[in-house]
T-cell receptor
Framework: GAVVSQHPSWVICKSGTSVKIECRSLDFQATTMFWYRQFPKQSLMLMATSNEGSKATYEQGVEKDKFLINHASLTLSTLTVTSAHPEDSSFYIC???????????FGPGTRLLVL | GENVEQHPSTLSVQEGDSAVIKCTYSDSASNYFPWYKQELGKGPQLIIDIRSNVGEKKDQRIAVTLNKTAKHFSLHITETQPEDSAVYFCAASEDDKIIFGKGTRLHILP
């Protein structure tokens, strides 16, 4: 199947700093990418939908100024957690939609720990 | 919006036996139902999916059934093996947005 990568796979940062997470579709073009957050032993919660060349659409309760999303190309979307706090510690997972197959493929996730 | 309920939350089966996980959804407009397997520390992996114009789909030891009238769908794993131990998520989607169930932790007992 199609491959989606994320970088970094894990990151530790100090409270108040910003962290950028990259999501790439390696062998297909993705006009739409999605960002999810998963707390331990819980399900994936959709944070936002990222469309190439336009502004992201955020789910209710997700602060757009705190979670900045950029989708500048058909193979790359980035999520920046600004002024991170310990409560932002979580597993962040992206997915990319292969429009030719109408299927979403998920990345391996990025574990963020804010101290 | 869409709401997906998944049961059971935990399931233990003897190796070689079958496992069944059931889900219901609320939005009759949903037309795509994927199932994901997630191992510890990894992203979810699509294992099988079904669209609303089909009632059943099978891929080797894995099968999924869909009842659109009742708005429920199920995952069946036969001849379970130790490597089937993981968390399984059902999901429903109408457009691009995928809504996940809460997950089922499947333990395969030796």
């Amino acid at each position: 199947g199609a491959v989606v990568s994320q970088h970094p796979s894990w990151v530790i940062c100090k409270s108040g700093t910003s962290v950028k997470i990259e999501c790439r579709s390696l062998d297909f073009q993705a006009t739409t990418m999605f960002w999810y957050r998963q707390f331990p032993k819980q399900s994936l919660m959709l944070m936002a939908t990222s469309n190439e060349g336009s502004k992201a659409t955020y789910e209710q309760g997700v602060e757009k100024d705190k979670f900045l999303i950029n989708h500048a190309s058909l193979t790359l979307s980035t999520l920046t957690v600004t002024s991170a706090h310990p409560e932002d510690s979580s597993f962040y997972i992206c997915s990319a939609r292969d429009w030719t197959q109408e299927t979403q493929y998920f990345g391996p996730g990025t574990r963020l720990l804010v101290l | 919006g869409e709401n997906v309920e998944q049961h059971p939350s935990t399931l233990s089966v003897q190796e070689g036996d079958s496992a069944v996980i059931k889900c219901t959804y609320s939005d009759s407009a949903s037309n795509y139902f994927p199932w994901y397997k997630q191992e510890l520390g990894k992203g979810p992996q699509l294992i099988i999916d079904i669209r609303s114009n089909v009632g059943e789909k099978k891929d080797q030891r894995i099968a999924v059934t869909l009842n659109k009238t009742a708005k429920h769908f199920s995952l069946h794993i036969t001849e379970t093996q130790p490597e089937d131990s993981a968390v399984y998520f059902c999901a429903a989607s109408e457009d691009d947005k995928i809504i996940f169930g809460k997950g089922t932790r499947l333990h395969i007992l030796p």
